[in-house]
Structures are given as C-alpha cells and as structure tokens.
C-alpha cells in the first residue's frame, strides 16, 4: 500500500531553514507517511548551506535532493568567500540544482543592481557545473528574461512559485524549464495563476509548499510542511479536469527530465 501511495512531489522547500531544525525529522517521517516520493529543499541565505548539507539522502523510501544558492532578499550576504563555497559544493556533487536564486522587485528596486549582480554569479556557476536553476521572480520578469539571454548553456531549471505569464512561460520552454505552483492554488482567488496553472502543457509543471512559507488553505503563516503537497496536487488536479494518480504521474515524468539521477 505505501509503494502506492509514494507519488507526490514537492519540489521546493525550505528544510535547512532555521525556523524547522528542531523539526527536520518529523516534517520527513509525515510527508513520507503522506505518500511524497521526492522533496527538494532550496536554500534562501548562506547559513541555510550547512544545514542543507547535513540532511540525509532518503528517510525511509523518500528520497531528499537538495539545491544551494542565494535568494535575491539575501543579496547582500554575497561575497568572494561566499562564491568560493558556493563553487566547491557545487562541484562535490552535492547540489541537485543550483538555487533558489532571482531577482525580487515587489517592494521596490533599491537593490536592481546588486541582486542581478548576484544572480549572474550564480547562473555563471550554474553553467559551469550543468546544474539546473532554481528561480525566484517577483515583478521582475523583463529583466530575469534579459540575463538569462546572456546564458545560453544553462541545462533548465525551475520557476519556483510561478506567477509570470503564459507568454513568458512559451519563451521559457525551448530552454528547458518547468513551472511549480504551490499553495495559493487551494485557497480563494489567485485567479490569473490558477488559469496560467491549470493551461500551460502538462509536461511543463510541478508541485512544491515552500513550506514553511505560503501554507495551504487553513494554515497559519509560516506553518507549512512538505506534506501540504497533497492538499496542492489536489487542487492542480481539479484546475486541470485530471485525476491525482495521473497528475503524479506527469509531475513524476516532468522531474525526472530535469533531475535524470535523482
């Protein structure tokens, strides 16, 4: 029975997140318990790169992949030391992915330079080491498309969290890229990303919690876990007239291009 129920994906988190660490262990054992199969835990600030590194591959029949990088609300933590690290974890073959990195406009453009300063660094180390991308966009979209231009080898990546556009969505598809909704799509509104959800190509999406961030509906701020990917894969099912069972299987299909070995 639990070889069945083993299908959901939650393909962005925050497990290295400082707010969990007395709680890793037992947000695993009840995704697993949950049927999750996969979790991908992204990093937000430096800090959250030890904790990412002293996860386990697996808990029980859940495998844990794991993504370092550097949020763009963080910029300000990039420095040389930093960079190096960031290369050499990169290279140990630790890293499924590079990220979560992007650029965030939402409250206002004091930071435009440094954050897509930092966010060229890390695309740059994306390419050399042939890691997909993490991204991280908010009222940004104009000029995340122009720096991904200037690197053409980036192997895909992910649009954490989408709430670009479709047309934005079709000039990202020739590169590789999928799109992860998340938890707003259980709750009243969000009109535009639920139409954006439930019509870009099947082959195109994932799900994620950002958990503890962006709960589902009924859960207090900053009380998410990796499990309310069910609650999510539910309410993707439903925008897009499919059953669970075959949506898991698409989104299983959709990480495993982009993650062959994970």
């Given amino acids: 029975m639990m070889t069945q129920m083993a299908q959901y994906l939650d393909c962005h988190n925050h497990l290295g997140d400082r707010r ?3 709680r ?42 794991v993504c370092y990088g550097l949020h763009p609300w963080y910029a300000e933590q990039w420095t040389p030391e930093a960079e190096a690290e960031l290369d050499r974890i990169l290279g140990s073959g630790a890293a499924a992915a590079v990220g979560e990195c992007g650029l965030d406009f939402q409250h ?9 300063n930092v966010l060229r660094a890390q695309l740059r180390l994306a390419e050399k080491h ?40 079709q000039q990202l598809l020739p590169r590789n890229f999928l799109f ?22 099947a082959d195109t999406i994932l799900t994620e919690t950002d958990a503890p961030d962006c709960p589902v509906q009924g859960k207090a701020p900053a ?12 309410a993707l099912a439903a925008l897009r007239h499919t059953t669970i069972p075959d949506l898991c299987q698409t989104i299983r299909a959709n990480w495993q291009r982009l993650f062959p070995c994970k």
């Fill in 20 to 22: 969990l660490q007395s």
């Fill in 130 to 169: 042939q890691l997909p991308i993490v991204l991280h966009v908010r009222k940004a979209w104009p000029e995340m498309l122009n720096i991904l231009a200037d690197f053409p080898y980036l192997p895909g990546g992910i649009c954490h969290n989408y709430s670009g556009s479709l047309d934005i969505a």
């Fill in 108 to 116: 206002g453009r004091a930071q435009a330079e440094l954050q897509a």
């Fill in 223 to 234: 009380t998410g876990t990796p499990a309310d990917v069910v609650a999510v894969t539910a």
């Fill in 180 to 201: 992860s909704f998340g938890g707003d799509l259980t709750k009243d509104g969000y009109g535009k990303r639920k139409h954006i959800a439930a019509n870009l190509p």
């Fill in 24 to 65: 890793v262990q037992a947000l695993c054992r009840e995704a697993e318990s949950a049927g999750v199969s996969h979790l991908l835990a992204a990093a937000a600030e430096v800090g959250d790169w030890l904790r990412l590194r002293q996860l386990p591959a697996s808990s029980g029949t859940m495998r844990l992949c």
